[in-house]
C-alpha cells in the first residue's frame, strides 16, 4: 500500500514524512489505476465498515461503552463544542508534526493508544497494527491486554521497518520502531517487576499506566452478547508468557502448566491485573523503583486534583482520559477537563489526550488546548478488522493527511503554533452530529 513513508529527518523540518501526499496517493490510485481505498476515509462510515466485517462479539467489545454509552457520546459532542479559526496569508510549507516528548523526538503528535484484544478483531492483531504504526513513525503503545506476545509484536514491527528500507545511512544500528508500555497493574510485585523488565528489553522507551480499569466495568453490548475475551484466554498473552507468572501458577495448581488449564490460568490472571483493588498513590514509589530513571506517565486522569496528586508523586506525564467511555458512564468528557488540567500543571509534566479522536480536526483541537501529544483508538481498530494490517495503515495515513492539510488551512506550519488563540467554544444546541 503506498503512502508516506517513514524516514530520519536532519531537523530541518525537510526530509519528514509527507503525510499530506496521502490524499493525493489515494486520488491517483483512483484515478490511473481504478484502485479505491481499502476502507473509507469519511470518519462517519468506518464505524459500520468495521461492523459488517467482524464478528458481532468482537465489534461490540470495541464499539460499546459503559452503561448508556453516556460518556462516548459526551466525548464526541465536547469536540462539536469547539471551532477552529483559521488564519490567512501565512506560511504554511513546509509543515512539521513533529514534538518532543520526554526528551525524545517523534514525527508525529499522534500516539496509537493502547487496544486489547487485538486478533479478536483481525488475525493480524497487534503485529498488524504496531506494522503499521512503524512505517509511518507513529508510537504504539502495546497493551498488557494483549493477544501476541510483546517480544513477538516487537520484533514483527523492527523487521518491517528495516525491510522497508528505512534506514539512515550514518546510523550504528538497525532502526527500531517507536514503542511504549501499558500496564494494567498485577497485585503481585514481582509479576509487575518482571513485566516490565521485559518491556525495558524489548525496547519500550515509556511506562503508560492506565489507572481506570482495575475492574471491569458495566458495559450492556458485552454482558448480553456474553462475551469477556480474557476469560477464555484471549487477551492474556503477556501474562501466559511470562516467566514469574507460570511459576506462580504452577506453584498454585500442583505443577500445571497454562495450557493444561486455559480457564484456570484465565482467571487466576485476571485475579492479578482486574482483581478489584485499586492501588494506592503511595504505591507508585514501587513502580518508579522497578522502572528505573525512564519516563511513567498515568493514564485515566480526570481531575486536577489527580494532576496534582501525579506531580507530587514524581510522575513524569499523565493522560487525560476516560478510557474512550468504556469504565464510568456519565463521566465528564475528556476534553471539557483537559484546559484546566493543562493551566494545573502543564508546566511541571507532559499532558497527553485520549478518548473521543475520531479526525485530524479532532487532535489539532487537542493540541491547541494543551495537550502535547494525542492517543487514537478506536478509528484505527475499525480500519484493523475491516482490512487488517492495510486497513489499519490506512486509517493512520488519513488521520495523519487530515492533520497536515487541516494544519495549512489554518495557516499554521508546527505543532507549537497550536493554541488557544484559534479556537472558539460554541454551544450549538443541535450541534451533536458525530461519529461515535
Not at 466485517?53 to 468482537?58: G, N, Q
Not at 508500555?181 to 521485559?198: H, V
Not at 480500519?383 to 493512520?396: C, E, Q
Request: hydrophobic share 40%.
Amino acid at each position: 500500500m503506498s503512502g508516506p513513508q517513514h524516514k530520519d529527518g536532519d531537523g530541518s523540518g525537510e526530509g519528514k514524512p509527507p503525510y499530506g501526499q496521502y490524499q493525493l496517493d489515494l486520488y491517483a490510485q483512483a484515478m490511473i489505476g481504478g484502485k479505491k481505498p481499502v476502507v473509507t476515509t469519511d470518519p462517519n462510515k468506518l464505524e459500520q465498515a468495521a461492523k459488517e466485517a467482524m464478528t458481532p462479539e468482537a465489534f461490540n467489545y470495541v464499539f460499546g461503552g459503559a452503561g448508556e454509552q453516556a460518556t462516548m457520546h459526551a466525548n464526541r459532542l465536547a469536540f462539536r463544542q469547539w471551532k477552529l479559526i483559521p488564519r490567512m496569508l501565512r506560511p504554511t510549507v513546509p509543515r512539521d508534526l513533529r514534538v518532543n516528548l520526554f526528551g525524545k523526538t517523534y514525527d508525529t503528535p499522534l500516539l496509537m493508544a493502547p487496544v486489547g484484544v487485538q486478533a479478536a478483531y483481525h488475525p493480524d492483531g497487534e503485529k498488524g497494527v504496531a506494522t503499521a504504526c512503524a512505517s509511518l513513525g507513529v508510537p504504539f503503545i502495546y497493551s498488557t491486554a494483549a493477544t501476541t506476545p510483546l517480544e513477538e509484536v516487537a520484533s514483527a514491527a523492527d523487521t518491517s521497518l528495516n525491510a522497508a528500507g528505512n534506514v539512515n545511512a550514518d546510523a550504528k544500528s538497525p532502526p527500531r520502531a517507536p514503542r511504549w508500555f501499558q500496564l494494567y497493574w498485577p497485585l503481585d510485585d514481582a509479576i509487575t517487576a518482571s513485566l516490565l523488565e521485559r518491556a525495558r528489553a524489548a525496547g519500550c522507551d515509556v511506562l503508560v499506566v492506565t489507572l481506570d480499569t482495575f475492574t471491569m466495568s458495566w458495559r450492556p453490548l458485552d454482558l448480553d452478547g456474553g462475551y469477556l475475551p480474557f476469560a477464555r484466554g484471549e487477551g492474556n498473552a503477556l501474562g501466559f508468557s511470562d516467566p514469574v507468572f507460570r511459576r506462580k501458577f504452577a506453584a498454585q495448581f500442583d505443577g500445571d502448566a497454562i495450557e493444561d488449564n486455559i480457564m484456570m490460568a484465565s482467571r487466576f490472571w485476571l485475579g492479578e491485573v482486574f482483581s478489584g483493588h485499586a492501588h494506592r498513590w503511595e504505591d507508585l514509589a514501587t513502580l518508579r523503583r522497578l522502572w528505573g530513571d525512564g519516563p511513567i506517565v498515568l493514564k485515566g486522569v480526570l481531575s486536577v486534583q489527580d494532576a496534582e496528586m501525579a506531580v507530587r508523586c514524581g510522575m513524569d506525564g499523565i493522560v487525560v482520559s476516560n478510557h474512550g467511555g468504556r469504565q464510568m458512564d456519565g463521566a465528564v468528557p475528556s476534553l471539557e477537563v483537559l484546559p484546566e488540567i493543562v493551566d494545573a500543571v502543564g508546566d511541571r509534566l507532559t499532558v497527553l489526550f485520549d478518548s473521543g479522536i475520531r479526525t485530524g480536526v479532532d487532535v489539532l483541537k487537542a493540541l491547541s488546548l494543551g495537550a502535547k501529544a494525542v492517543l487514537v483508538g478506536r478509528p484505527v481498530i475499525y480500519g484493523l478488522g475491516a482490512a487488517g494490517t492495510d486497513g489499519a495503515r490506512h486509517i493512520l495515513a488519513g488521520l495523519l493527511a487530515d492533520i497536515d492539510q487541516s494544519m495549512g488551512l489554518a495557516g499554521l506550519q508546527s505543532v507549537p503554533e497550536l493554541n488557544r488563540s484559534i479556537l472558539r467554544k460554541i454551544n450549538y444546541g443541535g450541534d451533536v452530529k458525530s461519529s461515535l
